[in-house]
């Protein structure tokens, strides 16, 4: 399995503009997650989904931001309309689980946004 | 509020001697934790966990410990390496996954 995979690896966007960021978990895998890093509050989780259903999508900083999980290999994290303070590193993960089972998660490369 | 915190955000040490990062949670319902590491311009990769009914978990030179009582858990490398050098994040799972800041760990020769 060539693990999760993010696209674009970098995105250089200008205030205003839409920007959406695409993730494509491990064949197999339930759980979704989608983390902003910042140097303040380190990997801070945006949304979480469960079999394609969003549980906790409470990190998710504004309206601005939306997710979504259409079907297991796809998944959107969009921001309309960015401004500068998006800019950042996003990263997708994916695992087995929910409870009661908890495994590891594993991440992709991450995209890093840059909105001027 | 931040559930899983690091309150280091750097250690250094010298090679060969033990490196121990620190974490501390303060949600109870948290039954799973982890340590990932990162280097820059990548993904943080998955390095050790540990489940909340156990207080120790070793894998070669990592080990996890887990203090439930005082909600904290540290991760003990020995002997640290140099190629140990990055930033390591511990997280807390009870579902969603919960990352604390980060520690940025560097190991000189």
């Known amino acids: 399995d060539a693990g999760v995979i993010q696209s674009p690896r970098h995105e250089v966007t200008e205030m205003g503009q839409e920007v959406t960021l695409r993730c494509k978990p491990i064949?197999?895998?339930?759980?979704l997650f989608w983390y902003r890093q910042t140097m303040m509050r380190g990997l801070e989780l945006l949304i979480y989904?469960?079999?394609?259903?969003?549980?906790?999508d409470s990190g998710m900083p504004e309206d601005r931001f939306s997710a979504k999980m259409p079907n297991a290999s796809f998944s959107t994290l969009k921001i309309q309309p960015s401004e500068p303070r998006d800019s950042a590193v996003y990263f997708c993960?994916?695992?087995?689980?929910?409870?009661?089972?908890?495994?590891?998660?594993?991440f992709g490369q991450g995209t890093r946004l840059t909105v001027v | 509020d931040q559930q899983v915190k690091q309150n280091s955000p750097s250690l250094s040490v010298q090679e060969g001697r033990i490196s121990i990062l620190n974490c501390d949670y303060t949600n109870s319902m948290f039954d799973y934790f982890l340590w990932y590491k990162k280097y820059p311009a990548e993904g943080p990769t998955f390095l050790i966990s540990i489940s909340s009914i156990k207080d120790k978990n070793e894998d070669g030179r990592f080990t996890v410990f887990l203090n439930k009582s005082a909600k904290h858990l540290s991760l003990h490398i020995v002997p640290s390496q140099p190629g140990d050098s990055a930033v390591y994040f511990c997280?807390?799972?009870?579902?969603?996954?919960?990352f604390g800041q980060g520690t940025e760990l560097s190991v000189k020769p």
């Open positions: 993960a994916s695992s087995l689980g929910g409870r009661p089972m908890n495994t590891e998660a594993f």
């Open positions: 989904f469960n079999n394609n259903v969003p549980i906790d």
């Open positions: 064949s197999g895998h339930n759980s």
């Open positions: 997280a807390a799972r009870g579902g969603k996954l919960i």
